[in-house]
């Protein structure tokens, strides 16, 4: 059981460059998610999906798409990336329908826009 | 909208002491979660214990310990024994009931030491 995976781990980017960051589970999870973490501020949610084909909007999705076309694979892609996107980016996963909400988190993803 | 406060960016302790973290929240709704995850300096984001609002007794797992009250809208987490590996940046994090969007304080840096 690997959990939730993320590749790459560490990424530079020169501003206006695209990229997809890659985030798997092997857990079964339906609900699915991206946060990024700044200095000094807590984790806070770009998108996350609920299942297969549905996906939604959390605090701060500008700047970055999702899709969900298997319950596994969940990608974030920065269409057009811009130095304020530089930060360290999680992904998590977790059961619909558990009481506990307890989300599983990956390694994350370090991303460097110059 | 709900928002998660942690006044303390760092606190230190003595190896084998106990140590408080604060965490103070804000919400209207009566049914919703609460919890600490650790970030040691790998990075990996570690679920430590969580709470169920309806809930009275607080929870614990082996050192560690929460102090939830509800009215006041705090949840406090105690280390107790305090060891070298709980060293790490501390997180309160808030989830409502019917939703799995997590609500993050900016963390608490906890040093321990020998």
């Known amino acids: 059981n690997a959990g939730v995976t993320q590749t790459p781990k560490f990424q530079v980017l020169k501003t206006g460059q695209s990229m997809t960051l890659q985030c798997a589970q092997d857990?079964?999870?339906?609900?699915m998610s991206w946060y990024r973490q700044d200095p000094g501020m807590g984790l806070r949610l770009i998108h996350y999906?609920?299942?297969?084909?549905?996906?939604d909007q959390g605090e701060v999705p500008n700047g970055y798409n999702v899709s969900r076309s298997t319950t596994e694979d969940f990608p974030l892609r920065l269409l057009s990336a811009a130095p304020s996107q530089t930060s360290v980016y999680f992904c998590?996963?977790?059961?619909?329908?558990?009481?506990?909400?307890?989300?599983?988190f990956g390694p994350g993803t370090r991303l460097t826009v110059l | 909208a709900q928002t998660v406060t942690q006044s303390q960016p760092e606190m230190s302790v003595q190896e084998a002491e106990t140590v408080t973290l604060s965490c103070t929240y804000d919400?209207?709704?009566?049914?919703?979660?609460l919890f600490w995850y650790k970030q040691p300096p790998s990075r990996q984001m570690i679920l430590v214990i969580r709470?169920?609002?309806?809930k009275q007794q607080n929870a614990t797992e082996n050192r560690f310990s929460v102090n939830f009250q509800k009215a006041a809208k705090s949840f406090s987490l105690k280390i107790s024994d305090s060891q070298l590996g709980d060293a790490a940046m501390y997180f309160c994090?808030?989830?409502?009931?019917?939703?799995?969007?997590?609500?993050w304080g900016a963390g608490t840096k906890l040093i321990i030491k020998p």
């Open positions: 998590a996963s977790s059961y619909l329908g558990l009481t506990s909400n307890e989300q599983f």
């Open positions: 857990m079964n999870h339906e609900y």
């Open positions: 999906s609920v299942g297969a084909g549905i996906t």
């Open positions: 919400t209207s709704e009566s049914d919703y979660y």
């Open positions: 709470q169920e609002a309806y």
């Open positions: 994090a808030y989830s409502r009931d019917s939703n799995y969007q997590l609500i």
